[in-house]
Nanobody
Framework: QVQLTESGGGLVQPGGSLTLSCVVSGTAPARYAMGWHRQAPGKEREWVATIIHSGTANYADSVKGRFTISRDNSKKTMYLQMNSLKPDDTGVYYC?????WGQGTQVSVSS
């Protein structure tokens, strides 16, 4: 069984930066895609970014140019570097991969 654990959320001012991490534990496939979704208050969960095993990444238009997804396969860890944060980026961020989902980490962007 696979478990995913996020960390790195918090409160930041508009224009600030945060880095989220997601660690995979348990028995995972040799190769798997990973990614992030987020859910703002009162809104549906939306896709943010995906990265495959080789490192190729894709982003939602709303975060392209501001967010960078990366992974360290040796550490079974994925990262989301978030720059130029906006209040609209506020929400719970969930990581997924290897057939599992994390419990979510809160990101709040406010002055």
């Amino acid at each position: 069984q696979v478990q995913l654990t996020e960390s790195g959320g918090g409160l930041v001012q508009p224009g600030g930066s945060l880095t989220l991490s997601c660690v995979v534990s348990g028995t995972a496939p040799a190769r798997y895609a990973m990614g992030w979704h987020r859910q703002a208050p009162g809104k549906e969960r939306e896709w943010v970014a995906t990265i495959i095993h080789s490192g190729t990444a894709n982003y939602a238009d709303s975060v392209k140019g501001r967010f960078t997804i990366s992974r360290d396969n040796s550490k079974k860890t994925m990262y989301l570097q978030m720059n130029s944060l906006k209040p609209d980026d506020t929400g719970v961020y969930y990581c997924y991969g290897a057939g599992g989902w994390g419990q979510g980490t809160q990101v709040s962007v406010s002055s």
